[in-house]
């Protein structure tokens, strides 16, 4: 048997797209075949049904609406695939044979644009790795707003990550061949699809790299960015079936001109997530983000996501706020402009995609419209930064202009429609809009005249689209129509449609105006569209700078509404914070019921701050605050505090011990370990370190070591000697205090009233010389015989009692001698201290009751007894 020929095609398109689920054209519908067919109908919960194909059994297929298409995209990209869409690409009417088909596009969840993503400015980046011998070369792209950008780095495994981790990318270009290794780590930690090509011959040549961009901006870049940006041009090609106008600008970047933050640590630090519902609710991107447009929400994203670390820029996102804060009716017109500003970047995008509809090109219109408002503003303004935003904001008033003029104000949505140019702006659209409107106007007064002539009152004028316009008589009057006035066109039930010749002649001059119109309307908007996308390059650079004008405008609206403070910036290693708060937790629980704490780090006597304290006292929001005041002084925005001096930091590393994670309990001790070794060897100087619970992990001996040798290595060594923070419940390390350089105790305190502690939240100096973990229990609500039975067991664990603890009743114990007999033993048991010596103790008694002496070489015996005498002595 053979394929049919349809199924031929299918198959010659499919076998091209192996790795998308083919959307096939067939009438109104997309279908899908075979293993597609399957995998959409599990996915999309739609019927699976048959089709002959020419095989013995029929092909699975389903399908869906053509015009529900993009529902039913939008879930497949969200789940990972990536569709192919297979369309008609020649007239069914022409066609010798089987009807051509071919891909016109490939949607895959780095290219898919996404209108809900947009909705809460979160940008949808494709990524392509490009490993060049010692280097990596990243470049990333969204394409919906046309950014494209490009870096380069040694070849580290921890910086891929972490470069990775931050852009957060939704699908991630690899070659083939790369180890499975790396491809499930970066699966693992991006969440992204990762799509691997053969990179050798998957790439753009030189010339349509020099083409996208210009040739200065390729000029510059090194073997492994260029790659990588050939790459990932080359996805966009194969995929978009086009070259996208939109991305004309290549941004080169220096990872190390930003603060690194590795994955874990900014999921810890909640940045722009919440660990627990993974929203963004309860992230400190949900305390700061009250940005206008869509621009300065994705900007506001971008700084918090990169914190700067050149102490000049610094200062001078902070001047620009300051400026704001200070003149807030400066700050309150800017605000009333960017409100009513669209998403011109987006606008931009889909003017490139050939997307774009009438109403787009309105909001567009009445964006560029309020940019003179903005310029007004800033054109006082004094800081440096405000200065270069005023100097550089185009007005695009040429492209504002055109818009005006030739579209109208509410177009309708479908291009093929007319309705879109504005009244003025082409004769011949004006001259046919005459020609119809007198058509019609004559039309209108037709069923006036009519009745007039025949004297029937209900006599109607319509019109249906089969039948055009016609003269609607009802049964009641058929005698009074005047003879041979009118043709008979249809018979309803209770009704006659008649025609006249000069209708007829009428409608076809409404008509074939309204044709011409359509046709024209359709071709003046893209003439229109094709000037405003030359221009692309200056609306982007302008979308940009109101992206970051609205963030800063926010930041100072949020410093002035949550009492943040402009800090200092310095470069000595010093940071110090007087009243700091959490700007998250004081959100929650209400700025009136959060402490406020004071904080001093340095590179002497403060360096490591060991914080103990009993669970629940604050030890791991109080270190947070820290490191979330200095991230955000960073940014450049104002923080919660009354008074802050931050020392410029080039990474910010945090880690939770192991039991302490919320993250679903994914973690492991091991990882918690990793995680360790990865900050003792990364972290500088410069670096902020925060450890919370480090060694919880594990039993309380080993995570006690581990936590001291840590906290030893970290102020030891010259080259580390990071400002570090360290939450413990282990309160034997504040021994550590006076006799390690720069190790400090710290603690929360309680207040202890007879037996209850109240949080009083308050970072003291000085240890905590107990962990409260039993009234902690207490307050959580534990029967009261367990929390007394638990103090008495401590105080004897501790030494402090000599009460016995193991119970001393007979406890009736079941022992299986054999299968048949039972023997029930009454067992007193020995009373003992239960202390660790003596379970050592036991260890010993065991080790040596199992000694096997009879299968034991004499050099074996010797050894093992030799180990046991050393044993023993321990215990003596
Ligand atoms: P720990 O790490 O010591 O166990 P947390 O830092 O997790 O304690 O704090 C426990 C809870 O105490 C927090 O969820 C918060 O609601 C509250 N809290 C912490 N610090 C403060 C503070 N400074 N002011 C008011 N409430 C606080
Ligand atoms: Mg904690």
Same mark, same amino acid.
């Given at each position: 048997m053979a394929l049919t020929p349809m199924m031929r095609q299918y198959f010659e398109i499919k076998n091209k797209y192996e790795d998308c689920i083919l959307f096939y054209r067939l009438g109104d519908f997309y279908e899908m075949f075979f293993d597609d067919a399957k995998t959409a109908s599990r996915e999309l919960e739609l019927v699976l049904t048959g089709r002959d194909c020419g095989l013995e059994e029929r092909a699975p297929m389903c399908g869906i609406p053509y015009h529900a298409a993009a529902t039913y995209i939008s879930r497949l990209v969200a789940k990972g695939y990536k569709i192919a869409i297979a369309e008609q690409v020649e007239d069914p009417a022409l066609a010798k044979g089987i009807v051509k088909r071919d891909i016109i596009k490939v949607i895959t969840p780095g290219t898919y644009v996404d209108n809900n993503a947009a909705l809460e400015n979160l940008n949808t980046y494709l990524v392509a790795i490009y490993e060049d011998g010692n280097?990596?070369?990243?470049?990333?792209?969204?394409?919906?707003?046309?950014?494209?950008?490009?870096?380069?780095?040694?070849?580290?495994?921890?910086?891929?990550?972490?470069?990775?981790?931050?852009?957060?990318?939704?699908?991630?270009?690899?070659?083939?061949?790369?180890?499975?290794?790396?491809?499930?780590? +970066?699966? %693992?930690?991006?969440?992204?699809?990762?799509?691997?090509?053969?990179?050798? *011959?998957?790439?753009?040549?030189?010339? *349509?790299l020099a083409n996208?961009?210009?040739?200065?901006?390729?000029?510059?870049?090194?073997?492994?960015?260029?790659?990588?940006?050939?790459?990932?041009?080359?996805?966009?090609?194969?995929?978009?079936?086009?070259?996208?106008?939109?991305?004309?600008?290549?941004?080169?970047?220096? +990872?190390?001109?930003?603060?690194?933050?590795?994955?874990?640590?900014?999921?810890?630090?909640?940045?722009?997530?919440?660990?627990?519902?993974?929203?963004?609710?309860?992230?400190?991107?949900?305390?700061?983000?009250?940005?206008?447009?869509?621009?300065?929400?994705?900007?506001?994203?971008?700084?918090?996501?990169?914190?700067?670390?050149?102490?000049?820029?610094?200062?001078?996102?902070?001047?620009?706020?300051?400026?704001?804060?200070?003149?807030?009716?400066?700050?309150?017109?800017?605000?009333? %402009?960017?409100? *009513?500003?669209?998403?011109?970047?987006?606008i931009v995008g889909k003017i490139s995609s050939g997307n774009v509809n009438g109403k787009d090109m309105v909001s567009l219109k009445s964006s560029l419209e309020k940019i003179p408002n903005l310029k007004k503003s800033l054109s006082s303004s004094e800081s440096p930064i405000l200065r270069e935003y005023f100097n550089d904001l185009d007005e695009l008033t040429d492209i504002k202009d055109l818009l005006n003029r030739g579209i109208l104000n509410d177009p309708s949505i479908n291009l093929k429609e007319g309705n879109i140019i504005n009244d003025g702006f082409n004769s011949e659209v004006d001259e046919l809009r005459k020609a119809k409107l007198h058509g019609k106007e004559w039309i209108a007064s037709l069923e006036n005249s009519e009745r007039e002539f025949t004297g029937i009152?209900?006599?109607?004028?319509?019109?249906?689209?089969?039948?055009?316009?016609?003269?609607?008589?009802?049964? %009641?009057?058929?005698?009074?129509?005047?003879?041979?006035?009118?043709?008979?066109?249809?018979?309803? %039930?209770?009704?006659?449609?008649?025609?006249?010749?000069?209708?007829?002649?009428?409608?076809?001059?409404?008509?074939?105006?309204?044709?011409?119109?359509?046709?024209? *309307?359709?071709?003046?908007?893209?003439?229109?569209?094709?000037?405003?996308?030359?221009?692309?390059?200056?609306?982007k650079k302008s979308a940009r700078i109101i992206g970051s004008l609205d963030s800063l405008s926010t930041l100072a609206l949020i410093a002035l509404e949550n009492d943040y403070v402009k800090p200092s910036i310095n470069e000595d290693g010093i940071i110090e914070i007087i009243e700091g708060r959490h700007p998250v937790v004081e959100k929650v629980i209400g700025r009136g019921e959060f402490v406020s704490n004071n904080s001093l780090l340095n590179n002497e006597d403060n360096e490591l701050l060991l914080i103990t304290g009993p669970n629940m006292a604050g030890k791991s929001t109080y270190m947070r605050q820290v490191a979330l005041i200095t991230l955000m002084a960073q940014m450049g925005s104002f923080v919660p505090a009354k008074k802050a001096n931050i020392s410029v930091c080039d990474k910010i590393f945090t880690r939770i011990g192991a039991s302490d994670d919320l993250a679903g309990g994914k973690s492991t001790f091991m990882v918690e370990m990793w995680e360790v070794s990865n900050i003792l060897k990364n972290a500088t100087s410069k670096s902020l370190v925060l450890l919370d619970e480090v060694g919880r992990g594990t039993s309380t001996y080993d995570g006690l070591s581990i936590a001291w040798a840590v906290i030893e290595h970290i102020t030891k060594m010259s080259n580390l000697k990071c400002k570090t923070l360290f939450a413990t419940h282990y309160h034997e390390l504040t021994k550590l205090e006076g006799s390690l350089p720069g190790v400090k105790n710290y603690s929360v305190a309680v207040k202890e009233i007879e037996d209850n502690v109240i949080f009083l939240r308050k970072i003291v100096e000085g240890g905590a010389d107990q962990s409260y973990g039993i009234e902690v229990a207490k307050l959580a609500g534990l029967p009261e015989e367990v929390i007394n039975r638990a103090k008495e067991i401590l105080e004897s664990l501790e030494g402090k009692s000599k009460v016995n603890i193991v119970p001393s009743e007979p406890i009736e114990k079941e022992v299986c001698v054999t299968k048949t007999e039972k023997h029930v033993k009454s067992e007193k048991s020995q009373v003992m201290q239960m202390d660790f010596e003596s379970l050592e103790k036991e260890a010993l008694i065991k080790e040596l009751a199992q000694c096997d002496v009879l299968n034991m070489t004499p050099m074996d015996a010797m050894n093992t007894l030799f180990k046991l005498i050393g044993e023993a002595k321990k215990l003596q």
């Open positions: 280097k990596i070369g990243i470049a990333s792209t969204d394409i919906s707003t046309g950014e494209f950008k490009t870096t380069s780095f040694t070849n580290l495994k921890s910086t891929l990550l972490d470069e990775l981790s931050k852009i957060s990318p939704k699908e991630v270009l690899m070659a083939e061949g790369t180890s499975k290794e790396l491809i499930d780590e +970066i699966h %693992a930690s991006t969440n992204a699809l990762i799509t691997e090509k053969p990179f050798n *011959e998957f790439i753009v040549s030189d010339k *349509e996208q961009f210009s040739e200065v901006e390729v000029d510059g870049l090194d073997e492994a960015s260029k790659l990588a940006c050939k790459v990932l041009l080359k996805y966009i090609f194969e995929t978009q079936k086009m070259s996208l106008t939109n991305i004309n600008f290549l941004e080169k970047y220096e +990872i190390l001109n930003f603060m690194t933050i590795d994955g874990n640590s900014r999921r810890n630090l909640e940045l722009t997530e919440s660990i627990r519902e993974k929203g963004k609710k309860g992230s400190l991107l949900w305390v700061m983000d009250k940005t206008a447009t869509s621009m300065g929400g994705r900007a506001l994203r971008r700084w918090i996501d990169e914190p700067l670390i050149i102490k000049k820029e610094i200062e001078k996102r902070l001047g620009g706020v300051e400026e704001l804060f200070n003149n807030i009716s400066l700050n309150e017109d800017l605000r009333t %402009a960017l409100k *009513e500003i669209y998403d011109i970047e987006r009152k209900s006599l109607k004028v319509g019109y249906n689209k089969v039948f055009g316009y016609y003269i609607e008589i009802s049964r %009641a009057n058929y005698s009074s129509i005047p003879e041979g006035r009118y043709i008979r066109k249809q018979t309803l %039930a209770n009704a006659e449609r008649y025609i006249t010749s000069e209708l007829k002649e009428m409608e076809d001059k409404i008509l074939g105006a309204e044709e011409k119109l359509v046709n024209l *309307e359709y071709e003046l908007f893209i003439s229109i569209r094709n000037t405003v996308e030359k221009e692309i390059g200056r609306l």
